[in-house]
């Protein structure tokens, strides 16, 4: 476990370092810049594609087989995910929150205090950090997970949905 936490950090502060100006390297990925609005894709192998907003900090902590992200945080703003169904299990770590899948499009936003997790397609199991309060979300729901909120699923509203997936241009 010690070493886990060492290797988080370690990667933490690179993702960190390496975030101002310019996009991060992720282990296993390759980047390209898009503009209107501003973000970075990320093609990681495995079938796993991240598209994060410019300012997004994120950084992978652990890579399955042939360098396949399968736990990545996720520390601000927001990051639209796509997962290859049938590729494996694959996490988003937030401060708040913990997004698991195995194969689905969805969207983790963190702002202050607050991760609220999308599912456009599929479906995606949310919980709290230590395991807690957990929710499997369908497609066309979502959840805010914060500090001495319940967690609920919700269908969210057409005019949240556009609001948050229009930062990735759609």
């Not at 194969?103 to 807690?132: H, I, K, M, N, P």
Request: with cysteine.
């Amino acid at each position: 476990m010690k070493n886990f936490i060492v290797f988080a950090m370690f990667t933490l502060l690179v993702t960190f370092a390496s975030g101002s100006g310019s996009a991060q390297t992720l282990v296993g990925c390759t980047s390209t810049n898009l503009g209107d609005p501003p973000r970075v894709v990320y093609q990681c192998a495995g079938g796993v594609v991240l598209e994060a907003e410019a300012a997004a900090a994120l950084g992978v902590l652990a890579n399955g087989p042939n360098e396949r992200p399968t736990d990545v945080e996720v520390s601000s703003d927001a990051v639209l995910i796509e997962i290859a169904p049938g590729s494996g299990p694959f996490q988003i770590r937030t401060p708040h929150a913990i997004a698991a899948v195995r194969g689905t499009v969805y969207a983790v936003d963190v702002q202050d205090g607050t991760t609220s997790v999308f599912v456009s397609e599929g479906e995606v199991t949310v919980s709290r950090l230590d395991g807690s309060d957990q929710v499997l979300l369908p497609a066309g729901f979502g959840v805010d997970v914060s500090a001495g909120e319940p967690v609920v699923a919700r269908e969210w509203g057409a005019e949240r949905v556009a609001r948050l997936l229009s930062r990735f241009g759609r």
